[in-house]
């Protein structure tokens, strides 16, 4: 094995422990001694390679969310092409963002990555989702949001960023609770239909996003 093969699978074999321990045990209680025994690497190749703890966590999530990034970014630029200046259909916008994560979460290999760990990402207690946010997800939530504002215009700016937020939080749910659903329905509801799942969840969100605002002035009873 030559020596840049040996680096590139002593990378690879901390990046895997690292993100099975992070998915059973979570972020702060993963120590990098835990990952390193688990790699079967000592300490100095984890520095090596990543430097801290928080570069190894944005590693696991760059391997994993930048090729779906990329990819929203790709039915963005191909669906903007087509529009030809005309504001985004709200389902079609929808999909570019909501589709990549919801067909990894179907596949062996991505389906326990996005159940556990992207569900810690927004519910662990720390800053790991600040530091995700400035790297892996703000280019594509900025860009999402220029086509949201286009596409519903007579929003004000705040209410688009909680509707969007909802759309992110019911994807995440479907992803995470994905066993929940089989119990509740008696099996009626199948998940491994991700044609179906993903229809579902975009009908209901792009209702919620066309939605009329609610006037409500702070204080007032809802």
């Known amino acids: 094995m030559t020596e840049t093969a040996k680096a590139s699978s002593t990378k690879d074999r901390i990046l895997d422990a690292a993100e099975q321990l992070f998915a059973e045990r979570g972020f702060a209680q993963t120590s990098l001694r835990d990952i390193t025994a688990e790699a079967g690497v000592n300490l100095a190749a984890v520095n090596y390679h990543f430097q801290s703890k928080d570069h190894l966590i944005a590693a ?17 630029d191909r669906l903007e092409k087509e529009a030809a200046g005309r504001p985004l259909v709200v389902e079609d916008l929808l999909r570019a963002v909501l589709e990549p994560v919801l067909r990894m979460a179907s596949t062996p290999e991505g389906g326990a990555f996005a159940a556990n760990l992207i ?38 700016d705040v209410e688009l ?12 749910h479907i992803v995470a609770g994905q066993r929940h659903i089989k119990v509740v329905s008696g099996g009626r509801c199948d998940t491994s239909d991700v044609d179906g799942m993903l229809d579902r969840l975009i009908t209901f969100v792009a209702a919620g996003c066309r939605a009329p605002v609610h006037s409500r002035t702070k204080g007032e009873p809802a």
Do not use: C, K, Y
């Open 60 to 76: 696991v999530f760059d391997r994993r969310i930048g090729p779906l990034n990329e990819q929203r970014l790709a039915t963005l």
């Open 119 to 156: 569900g810690r990402a927004h519910t662990e207690p720390g800053d790991v989702f600040e530091h995700l946010f400035t790297g892996q997800f703000a280019p594509v939530i900025t860009r999402v949001l220029a086509a949201a504002r286009r596409s519903l215009p007579d929003l004000p």
């Open 161 to 172: 960023m909680w509707r969007l937020q909802f759309a992110i939080g019911a994807m995440s």
